[in-house]
């Protein structure tokens, strides 16, 4: 089974602080994606990356960074984390055939 | 452009009735559809997808969804509903025609409830 694991269930921050979350997948996937999901508004994506070093901005991406230095590994950082920035986090790999999910991370930034 | 319409926010049934949960979708190409469910607190879960191949999709679960292209539909159903069936649906489309992640669009989403 693919495997998309996300290191942290639950996180909270304080406002300034700089958030990295990390996303790891173990099928060799070339297609990874950070979203973000809130009521009512559904998942947005914030960024994605179909290679090492390569990155597109998705529909959010005002706020965030991303990284992908290894295949495996795909992270999201906020520079200045902001209370409008609480939320799940969900990290995925892969897509046009389907997207594994990780588990998500609920982040809250007090 | 591409666009998904879950037509209801939420949607409640009685154990053992059918489930149906419509989505809508607007694409300027042949889309791939999906649907995922996601459980309270859980990650997203593929149940189904359609790429173009035969237009009633069998899932997981007992889930299944028919693509229809005169009505730009692919609602899911399910026979029976379970308990364990109460979760969080959404249908997604995707552009195959671009690799662009940023044609991927995800509905609203449609909570299920299951009456005992």
């Known amino acids: 089974d693919v495997k998309v694991t996300q290191s942290s269930r639950y996180l909270v921050k304080r406002t300034g602080e700089k958030v990295f979350l990390e996303c790891v997948q173990d099928m060799d996937h070339e297609n990874m994606f950070w979203y973000r999901q809130d009521p009512g508004l559904g998942l947005r994506l914030i960024y994605f990356?179909?290679?090492?070093?390569?990155?597109e901005k998705g529909d959010i991406p005002e706020g965030y960074s991303v990284s992908r230095e290894k295949k495996e590994r795909f992270s999201l950082i906020l520079e200045s984390a902001s209370t409008n920035q609480t939320s799940m986090y969900l990290c995925?790999?892969?897509?046009?055939?389907?997207?594994?999910f990780g588990q998500g991370t609920r982040l809250t930034v007090v | 452009a591409q666009s998904v319409t879950q037509l209801d926010s939420h949607v409640s049934v009685s154990e053992g009735t059918p489930v149906l949960l419509r989505c809508n979708y607007s694409?300027?190409?042949?889309?791939?559809l999906f649907w995922y469910v996601q459980h309270p607190n859980k990650g997203l879960q593929l149940l189904l997808k359609?790429?173009?191949?035969?237009?009633l999709v069998k899932g997981i679960n007992g889930f299944e969804a028919e693509f229809k292209k005169s009505e730009t539909s692919f609602h899911l159903t399910k026979p029976s509903a379970h308990m364990s069936d109460a979760a969080e649906y959404f249908c997604v489309v995707s552009d195959p025609a671009y690799s662009s992640a940023s044609k991927i669009i995800f509905g609203s989403g449609t909570r299920l409830s299951i009456r005992p």
């Open positions: 694409s300027s190409y042949s889309p791939s």
């Open positions: 995925a790999s892969s897509f046009v055939r389907g997207a594994f």
């Open positions: 990356s179909y290679d090492v070093k390569m990155k």
């Open positions: 359609y790429t173009s191949a035969a237009t």
